[in-house]
């Protein structure tokens, strides 16, 4: 069983930057892949990032590669989201979830919460 919720969402102008995290609960967190994804009105769930197990492999949605870096602390049982230059297409709530390495938002079998932000001047 794991548990997550995140935290550091907010309102944000274009072209800053914000953090989210990702807290886990559980000892089974450093032997599952991690990802985040997101979900705007009226749009399907979208994937956006993941990191392995170990955290040395990662990748991205196209629409965030070179503004957004997935990172994981095994240690600390959390997952980051480093966003930056965010764009108001951005906007949506961003879930993290726990499960197998995949941009597939149905091979994770645990989810947070959700954490809203929002990108407007």
């Known amino acids: 069983q794991v548990q997550l919720v995140e935290s550091g969402g907010g309102l944000v102008q274009p072209g800053d930057s914000l953090t989210l995290s990702c807290a886990a609960s559980?000892?089974?967190?450093?032997?599952?892949?991690m990802g985040w994804f997101r979900q705007a009105p009226g749009k399907e769930r979208e994937f956006v990032a993941r990191?392995?197990?170990?955290?040395?492999?990662?990748s991205y949605a196209d629409s965030v590669k070179g503004r957004f870096t997935i990172s994981r602390d095994n240690a600390k049982n959390t997952v980051y989201l480093q966003m930056n230059s965010l764009k108001p297409e951005d906007t949506a709530v961003y879930y993290c979830?726990?499960?197998?390495?995949?941009?597939?938002?149905?091979?994770?079998?645990?989810w947070g919460q959700g954490t809203q932000v929002t990108v407007s001047s």
């Open positions: 990191v392995d197990w170990s955290g040395h492999t990662t």
């Open positions: 979830a726990s499960g197998i390495y995949s941009r597939t938002w149905y091979d994770y079998d645990y």
């Open positions: 559980g000892r089974t967190f450093s032997s599952r892949a």
